[in-house]
């Protein structure tokens, strides 16, 4: 029944050689994403999502970076094993990706059609009235309003918005089928945040491609999603469909996540925080890296790196401790 | 044509709407805003202008004589003044009838010979320039861009291998060379293949990395700046037989260095933009991204050094000359006609004074321009006007 995964992450290590030592800002990150799907990677800022995204592309430089292990199948191949003529080739044509500043991700020297022109010509030989055809109609389908005129402006004279609907447009140039979206929201404003969002949604529906939507925003990810991961501290602590991960979270960590949102609480009761911050990449707690922030915490948790517990179909969490409760409770 | 019916229309009236404000427009209105810059842009295009038509103009091979006149005080004739009709032959009375700006010391037109020094100057600022640019961009985008890639042994083999075959090519015997050569073909394959397997032992060497590139780059950098330029010119061209390509060339390759230190530090900065990792997760390639996003993206700043370096290179073979190291005569220049001068100051202040200000004036407008040029194209300092 579920579609042949277009995109397998299997226990992805990237570490980061700093002065501290070796930041392992993402230790063993696993995923899919199935062909038309939308996934969502979801987890606090400094989590290692960026990171991740950017590896699967190779676009990390590596001295300070170094890809420690892991794979990433896409259709079949082992993109970190590729030579950097075929991940170009793959980069815009089969996976493209939208950054979370419209404000700096366009060149300011070039005009918006010449800078969709470039990943249109990089990757299809195509002659000029073709490819103008081509950027008119891509303009128009990401919602900007007279595509021959805006196609002529600088990037500084379109709005936020607008921007991102045109990195929008540069992404699907080739019709990719999986876009990265690394938090494409997260600079805007909330009404434009929803347009975009639905914008993904409706061209989604049009083209079919594969979305992964990376997010530290839970709220955005009940909409569109339809499974959600879990990052913390570099590890997956949960992965599960919208509706097992908002009904019934079993990862502390992502309880409290949804505790914090705004509308989750009474009306005028403070809203609810996860004490504590995000350990240091470089120095991280020994066991469950969540332990000192967690609740529920027990001894063995200080010691012993926790397993992935599967709670129900398809739905697992990095947590022992739930596990055996939820164990008890159901028995 | 017919085939895509109406959306073929509907492109090729896009293509025909009038364009909104290009670039260009945009940067001709703000010019117009500031005076000093526009100033000195029109003196750069008066002198442009007067170079070239200079050069048209000024095209004998030796310079017209008037064999009438004997004495230093006949030969040495203030701006304006008449050239002695009876003694000259039709074809060698200067153009404009009068010697505009005088005669010097052997009875040479001094317009005549600005005009030809002007284009000697411009050429001589423009292609020293040029050159300094070109290595500078190139080697400070070398290290901005790829300033973290360590440089192994095995390459530092390969360029002293190189370098050895080609400066020794005729005076090696074909043995040598043929050893040198699958020397360094070995280790070139060597370098390609040993990337992603670890070998052992003796040929781990090999692979040691010494310095990074951006190390090796602003180490030349700094060397170069260690000289104090102008004596290194001078010794540069005592070395050289004078003429005035060396000069244009010593000059370029002893003035990069600014231009390297300004692309490096854009580099730097603008390989970390989100624009830059944008144009690479769509594909672009590497050597598009450089010089498409990156050079235009820098260029501003070395626009304006350019600028000004021009007038320091034409401020330069003016120096030169007047030492007498640089274009040997009879070919003019400002600097050679300031130098002859001096030893006429008190009878024939013209021939000090006209090359004089004539340097000087460029060289202002030059610096003008370049000034505007930088508020121009840097969008922060434009609020300000
Ligand atoms: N170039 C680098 N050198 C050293 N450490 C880095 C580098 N890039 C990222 N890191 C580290 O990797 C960790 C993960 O960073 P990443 O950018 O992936 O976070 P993120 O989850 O995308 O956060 P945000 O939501 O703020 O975008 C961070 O702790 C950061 O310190
Ligand atoms: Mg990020």
């Excluded at chain 1, 592309?57 to 082992?78: H, M, S, T, W």
């Excluded at chain 1, 490819?131 to 709005?159: C, F, K, T, W």
């Excluded at chain 2, 192994?152 to 040198?180: D, G, P």
């Excluded at chain 2, 070395?239 to 390759?253: D, E, Q, R, T």
Aim: aromatic share 8%; net charge neutral.
């Amino acid at each position: 029944m579920t579609p042949d995964p277009l995109l397998i992450v299997k226990d992805l290590k990237v570490y980061f050689d700093t002065d501290q030592g070796m930041a392992k800002a993402v230790d063993g990150v696993s995923f899919r994403v199935g062909q038309g799907e939308t996934v969502c990677l979801v987890g606090e800022s400094g989590c290692g999502k960026t990171v991740s995204a950017l590896s699967i592309l190779g676009l990390l430089p590596q001295p300070p970076a170094q890809i420690a292990g892991g794979k990433v199948f896409f259709k079949g191949r082992d993109l970190l094993e590729l030579e950097q003529k075929d991940l170009r080739e793959v980069r815009g044509r089969e996976i493209s990706m939208v950054f979370q500043e419209p404000m700096t991700s366009l060149n300011p020297v070039f005009t918006i059609g010449h800078q969709i022109e470039e990943v249109i010509t990089t990757h299809e030989g195509v002659d000029q009235i073709e490819s103008r055809q081509r950027i008119i109609r891509l303009l128009n389908d990401v919602g900007i309003a007279s595509p021959e005129e805006r196609m002529q402006d600088y990037p500084h004279n379109l709005s936020g918005g607008q921007r991102q609907r045109v990195m929008i447009a540069m992404a699907l140039a080739c019709s990719p089928e999986l876009i990265i979206a690394d938090e494409p929201t997260t600079a805007l404003d909330v009404t434009i945040q929803a347009q975009i969002l639905n914008l993904f949604k409706e061209l989604q529906e049009d083209r079919g491609m594969a979305i992964l939507q990376i997010t530290h925003d839970l709220s955005v990810v009940a909409g569109v999603a339809d499974r959600i991961y879990v990052m913390y501290a570099g590890i997956m602590v949960e992965e599960g469909s919208v509706w097992q991960i908002f009904r019934e979270p079993c990862h502390p960590y992502t309880m409290g996540l949804l505790e914090s949102l705004p509308g989750r609480r009474a009306k005028g009761q403070d809203l609810a925080t996860i004490p504590g911050a995000v350990p240091d990449p470089a120095n991280k707690p020994p066991g469950c890296p969540f332990h000192p922030r967690c609740r529920y915490v027990q001894e063995s948790c200080r010691v012993q790196f926790p397993e992935m517990c599967d709670f129900s179909d398809r739905h697992l969490a990095r947590c022992p401790i739930m596990y055996a409760k939820r164990k008890v409770q159901s028995a | 044509m017919q085939d895509s019916g109406s959306e073929h229309t509907l492109s090729t009236e896009a293509l025909d709407l009038p364009a909104r404000q290009t670039r260009l427009q945009e940067f001709w209105a703000q010019l117009r805003k500031n005076r000093l810059a526009l100033i000195g842009l029109v003196i750069f295009v008066l002198f442009f202008i007067v170079a070239v038509t200079g050069m048209v103009l000024t095209t004998g091979t030796s310079p017209q004589l008037d064999s009438s006149l004997v004495r230093l005080q006949e030969k040495l004739r203030p701006p304006l003044s008449r050239p002695n009709l009876k003694s000259l032959q039709a074809d060698e009375v200067p153009v404009l009838g009068i010697y505009l700006l005088g005669t010097d010391e052997l009875g040479r037109d001094v317009f005549a010979r600005m005009l030809q020094g002007a284009w000697v100057s411009l050429t001589v600022g423009f292609v020293a320039v040029g050159i300094a640019v070109l290595i500078g961009i190139i080697l400070g985008g070398l290290s901005g861009y790829y300033g973290h890639s360590p440089v192994r042994v095995a390459q530092v083999f390969i360029a002293v291998l190189v370098v050895l075959v080609v400066t020794n090519w005729s005076r090696l015997s074909f043995k040598t060379l043929a050893v040198l050569i699958s020397i360094t073909v070995a280790l070139a394959v060597f370098l390609l293949f040993s990337r992603k397997k670890e070998f052992g032992g003796p040929l781990f060497l090999l692979n040691t990395q010494l310095f990074s590139v951006d190390m090796l780059i602003t180490g030349l950098i700094d060397i170069m700046l260690c000289f104090p330029s102008f004596f290194l010119i001078l010794t540069v061209v005592a070395l050289l037989p004078a003429s005035i390509y060396n000069i244009m060339i010593v000059i370029g390759l002893t003035s990069w260095m600014g231009a390297a230190r300004f692309v490096r530090a854009e580099f730097l900065s603008l390989r970390e933009q989100d624009f830059v990792t944008a144009a690479r997760a769509l594909g672009v390639s590497d050597w598009r991204i450089i010089f498409r996003h990156m050079v235009p993206n820098a260029i501003a700043p070395v626009l304006v050094s350019a600028t000004i370096g021009i007038a320091g290179a034409i401020l330069t073979e003016a120096g030169l000359s007047f030492l007498g190291f640089g274009v040997p005569p009879p070919h003019a220049t400002w600097g050679n006609i300031l130098s002859d001068g001096k030893n006429y100051l008190f009878d024939a202040p013209w021939l000090t004074i006209i090359p004089g200000v004539a340097i000087l004036v460029v060289v202002l407008s030059f610096n003008l321009f370049g000034e505007g040029l930088r508020d121009i194209l840097n969008p922060k300092l434009r609020e300000r006007h």
